[in-house]
């Protein structure tokens, strides 16, 4: 409730926004040709790499350090979205 800077659009601010909004646009239309026509399993593994993805996008583009935990942490989710693509094969 506190009195806020005003925003300031400027063309590096907007070229992120764009960026951004396409990212997304283009995400949400990989994921349906991705259940329409792909590999359902594999989707959902790959699904569980979205977080890992969307933080270091995030840290990059707000030049924030990651630290060693959120590396952990995204080893774990990686090994463990691999670990259930394997166990969810056919042999």
Known sequence: MSEQPPMIFSWPVVIKLVTCAL???FA????NVG??????SLL?????FTPVL???LAAFLLSAALSWSFWQGAAMVCGGSLLCWYATRRP
């Open 44 to 48: 959902a593994a790959a699904s569980y």
């Open 54 to 56: 969307s933080s270091a």
């Open 23 to 25: 990212a997304l646009g």
């Open 35 to 40: 259940i329409l026509h792909g590999n359902v």
């Open 28 to 31: 949400y239309a990989a994921w």
